[in-house]
Structures are given as C-alpha cells and as structure tokens.
C-alpha cells in the first residue's frame, strides 16, 4: 500500500524558517517526480513546488511567490523529499501536501496541474504570525 507522509509543519513568526518532509512506504520516491502543493482557507489548492525523479532531467521548478524562499531536495537513501523554506511570510501560511506524478513527460508545463498527480499525503499545517 502506497502512503505518503508529510511532516515538520508548525507555527512560525514572519521571516522564520521550516523544513516539512515528505515520506514514502510502499513507494520509491526518487522513481518519481514529487510536487508540493499548499491549500489556504477558502483558497484553491496552490503548486508550491516540483522535483524531478533521480533519474530524470534534474529539474526543479517553484511558483513565482517562493522563488529565492524555498528549496526542493531529495534524499535518496532516506526515501526523502524535503521543502526547505525560508523567510516565510504570513501568506504562506496553508497546509501543505506532496504527491508523487506517474510521469516526467512534459513536466515542465504539467507541474503545476493538481488532476496529474497520482498519490497524496494527508497534509501538514503550516501558520506563519506573529
């Protein structure tokens, strides 16, 4: 049974820092590509972020509003894919989700669709105030 786990949500003052973890059982991350999503109260499910499968082109690819913010990493041996994210502000505040995709094929203009992603985690909240 394939599940995903997010976890290392919390609460944060602006300009603070936090690195949520995405984990797998029954499931190779570094075969896929794993995206970040986030959902804010009464807003649509955002794409936060995406990475490439290991043996994929490499890439990484991030929404305009976390540029220069947020890393995307993996770590392969720990069945790993992280979101570092600095400098957070208060509209970063949203519960997170990863979710794998079953292809790279086009991920370059596909990261960012909701329906492409295959299996999610249950979520982990993060609030940013002060």
């Known amino acids: 049974q394939v599940q995903l786990v997010e976890s290392g949500g919390g609460s944060v003052q602006p300009g603070g ?7 797998a059982s ?4 570094a075969d896929y590509p794993i995206g970040w999503f986030r959902q804010a ?6 794409a936060v ?17 976390v540029k220069g913010r947020f890393t995307i990493s993996r770590d392969v041996a720990k069945n790993t894919v ?4 600095t400098d957070l ?3 970063d505040t ?6 794998s995709n079953p292809t790279e094929h086009g991920l370059w203009y596909r990261w960012r669709r ?16 002060s």
């Open 114 to 129: 909701v329906g492409e992603y295959e299996h999610w985690g249950q979520g982990t909240q993060v609030t940013v105030s």
């Open 89 to 91: 502000k208060p509209e």
């Open 49 to 65: 972020s995406c990475i490439s499968k290991v043996n994929g082109d490499g890439r990484t690819f991030y929404t305009d509003s």
């Open 82 to 85: 992280y979101l570092q994210m």
């Open 17 to 23: 820092s936090l690195r949520l973890s995405c984990s």
């Open 41 to 46: 109260p009464g807003k649509e499910q955002e």
């Open 94 to 99: 949203a519960v997170y989700y990863c979710a």
């Open 26 to 29: 029954g499931f190779t991350l």
